[in-house]
């Protein structure tokens, strides 16, 4: 008897179509997607079967991947880059797996498409991150317990409630809760219904041809009649012959639209266009429409400035959260490196280093290490132009120089003006 009322729990907790868990409905709505008015059902993989989505996607995670995440250490007098240290070491290697490449890429893919990205943080006995282990957003549910942030893992080979100290957690934009991001999939899930459904109709037009007619006559055609006319214009609409003869009072009717006319086209273009708003990728990127090249150039600095920046400081925030130990975070931060992709054309860093030198906020080494060159002895001194001093010290400046002038002027061995 003593055993009835835990079973009894259990019993509650099994999830039903009548009253589901959370995790059920996350399966469900994973593998059948979201119903839109369109007919067509919207997940992460038929999204993804959109070409613009799969640009999108690619383009911001390839972007991030491939920039530069370094760890720095930072204190009242100096600043540099640090190479060997633990979390540097668990970053460039994450897993035994995966590369830094693949498993930056596939965290912010995981980001970008559903919201939400997760690792389980390996550690040692000395709470030390040895390994980043990625886990399929659709597998962990965070949840509040006695004020503390716990992840519960459905996924073989880690633990069931992973604390939060233990899980890296890439959140995109939070709407009804503050523990998971939304997925921009469920939030458009309409303008992307509606760019499958065009798809299928496009290929449906291609499939059964693109032009069918319908033959009109005042008289009864018979079968035996009908044949050999339906043949013939099928030979014709096939290439198989150049030209038909109709019977006389026989009639031609078109039916059926090409692509063109159905405006396809147009309205794949207009979709592509909306996805690439949606995820904050210029539509030139993603080859949406074709623009000027000064308005290309800026739209990448934009793209660079405001979407990729926003996705690495929540990157570089969450790392600096969960990979740092406490006596570190005070001195050591990650930062990815923007250098190589805010780069402008060559003459343009010349004039950028240029500038810097000449100002005297820029060492000579430091342009060079902009442009991955290796530094020269002599190169960390800083300069200043002869001719700007200042402000507060112009008035004394001036008057040295007045004084100095008159100076020289009483020493003048021909006064006279004699030669």
């Not at 503390?148 to 633990?159: C, S, W």
């Not at 957690?169 to 998971?180: A, E, P, R, T």
Request: one cysteine or more; glycine letters at 6%; charged letters at 20%.
């Amino acid at each position: 008897m003593g055993l009835l009322p835990s079973i009894f729990k259990k019993a509650q907790k099994r999830s039903s179509l009548t009253a589901p868990s959370d995790w059920l409905i996350k399966s469900l709505s994973s593998l059948f997607g979201q119903q839109t008015t369109s007919g067509q059902s919207v997940n992460q993989e038929s999204a993804m079967s959109i070409a613009s989505v799969h640009a999108c996607v690619r383009v911001i995670s390839d972007g991030i991947a491939a920039l530069g995440l370094k760890l720095y250490y930072e204190s009242e007098d100096e600043r540099k880059v640090i190479y060997a240290h633990y979390g540097q070491s668990v970053v460039n290697e994450p897993n035994a797996y995966q590369t830094k490449f693949d498993f930056t890429k596939y965290m912010v893919s995981q980001l970008v498409l559903n919201g939400n990205a997760y690792a389980f943080i390996n550690r040692d006995a000395r709470f030390i991150p040895i390994a980043l282990h990625p886990i399929h957003q659709s597998n962990v549910t965070p949840y509040m317990s006695d004020g503390e942030l716990f992840y519960r893992v459905q996924q073989p080979g880690f633990p069931s409630v992973v604390p939060a100290t233990d899980m890296l957690h890439f959140k995109g934009l939070s709407l009804d809760s503050v523990l998971v991001g939304k997925s921009p999939i469920t939030l458009h899930a309409e303008t992307l219904g509606i760019d499958l459904a065009a798809i299928k109709s496009s290929a449906s037009v291609y499939k059964n041809g693109t032009l069918k007619f319908l033959l009109k006559s005042a008289g009864k055609i018979d079968e035996a009649q009908a044949r050999p006319l339906r043949q013939s214009l099928d030979d014709v609409i096939d290439g198989n012959m150049r030209s038909t003869v109709l019977p006389q009072g026989v009639e031609m009717e078109r039916l059926s639209l090409s692509p063109q006319e159905a405006q396809y086209i147009e309205s794949r273009t207009f979709s592509a266009e909306e996805i690439a708003r949606i995820f904050g990728v210029p539509a030139s990127m993603i080859g949406a429409k074709e623009g000027i090249k000064s308005s290309v150039e800026q739209e990448y600095q934009d793209f660079y400035a405001r979407t990729l920046m926003a996705y690495c400081k929540n990157i570089e925030q969450e790392l600096n959260r969960k990979l740092l130990q406490e006596i570190d975070k005070p001195y050591y931060y990650f930062k990815f490196n923007f250098n190589s992709l805010l780069r402008a054309s060559a003459n343009d860093r010349a004039d950028f280093y240029n500038k810097g030198i000449r100002g005297g906020w820029l060492s000579p080494n430091e342009a060079r290490a902009f442009e991955d060159a290796n530094g020269f002895e002599g190169g960390d001194v800083y300069y200043a132009e002869a001719n700007l001093i200042p402000q507060q010290q112009f008035e004394a400046f001036m008057d040295a120089k007045i004084a100095q002038l008159l100076a020289s002027t009483s020493k003048n061995n021909n006064p006279n003006g004699n030669n």
